[in-house]
C-alpha cells in the first residue's frame, strides 16, 4: 500500500519561510518520481513542483518559481519543499504527488498525500 505522508505545514507571515517533507512507503517501483501540488479554496489542485529520481530535473510553476525549492533524500524516501518569500496567494493545502517512474510521466502523478494546510497572513 501506498503511503505519502505530509509534515512541515503551519501559518507564518507573508514574506516568511516555511518547509513542507513527505516520505513516502509501498512504492512498487525502486526509481520513482516526487513533486507537490496545493489547492486553494474554490480552485482547482495546481501543480507546484517535480523532481525526478536522481534529482537532475526539476520543474516549477512560474507561480513559485525562484521562492521555492524541492529536493529529495532517496535513502529515507523523502522529498522536501522549501518556500521562502512566502505570499497570501501561496495559502493552500498542499499534497505530496508520486509516480512509479523515474522521471514525471504524462500521467503525473499516480498517488496522493492527504494534504498539509499552509497560511500565510498579510
Not at 514574506?15 to 520513482?32: D, P, R, W
Not at 505530496?96 to 502523478?109: I, L, M, R, V, Y
Request: charged share 20%; proline share 4%; glycine share 12%.
Amino acid at each position: 500500500q501506498v503511503q505519502l505522508l505530509e509534515s512541515g505545514g503551519g501559518r507564518v507571515q507573508a514574506g516568511g519561510s516555511l518547509t513542507l517533507s513527505c516520505e513516502a512507503s509501498g512504492l512498487t517501483s525502486e526509481k520513482y518520481a516526487m513533486g507537490w501540488f496545493r489547492q486553494a479554496p474554490g480552485k482547482e489542485r495546481e501543480f507546484v513542483a517535480a523532481i525526478n529520481w536522481g534529482g537532475d530535473s526539476i520543474s516549477y510553476s512560474r507561480h513559485v518559481n525562484g521562492r521555492f525549492t524541492i529536493s529529495r533524500d532517496n535513502a529515507k524516501n523523502t522529498v522536501d519543499l522549501q518556500m521562502s518569500s512566502l505570499k497570501p496567494e501561496d495559502s493552500a493545502v498542499y499534497f505530496c504527488a508520486a509516480e512509479d517512474s523515474p522521471s514525471p510521466t504524462e500521467g503525473f502523478p499516480s498517488w496522493w498525500g492527504r494534504g498539509t494546510q499552509v497560511t500565510v497572513s498579510s
